[in-house]
């Protein structure tokens, strides 16, 4: 397995598995990130992709650069925004390599340690993290309230009171 920093010709491969990562995502809004990211490094640091012996597409990795990252002592430090390996290149040891070369890319960088985070339940990507050596910092549940729906305490908005 070959693993290299994405290029201009894995366009269609990146989108894909980001569609397969966030399949609620709005596939324009995914594209959008990868075209951007191609054209001026968008908000990321790195995209690094795994291919198969005939050059085809396992997985890719994306980097992102954080001020600040749950558990961490150092900033910036490098983010795993997302990991997709395919599901028929699972168990085979393409994630390893990814998140080997992720590793690799922040210390030739001089980064000193490196974040990620899954949502409470994916415990595949949770066991995932541990057999890579990743610690488990922290467990949140993150909210948001649309404003435009009403203030509290406004009669209009209290439909979805909990």
Known sequence: MRIRAIELEDLEARCRMRQALWP????????????????????LAAVLLGEGPAGEP????ELSL?????????SPVPHIEAWYVDPKARRQGVGRALVAAAERWARERGYREIAS????????GERAHVALGFA????AIHFRKDLAAGAV???AS???ES
């Open 153 to 155: 305490g406004d009669p």
């Open 58 to 61: 396992l997985g890719m990795i």
């Open 66 to 74: 954080r001020s600040y990252a749950e558990g961490c002592r150092t």
């Open 24 to 43: 609620d995502a709005e596939a324009e809004e995914l594209r959008g990130e990868a075209e951007a990211y191609l054209a001026d490094g968008d908000l």
């Open 117 to 124: 985070d899954t949502v409470l339940d994916n415990r595949v």
């Open 158 to 160: 209290r439909s979805g």
């Open 136 to 139: 488990e910092v922290e467990r």
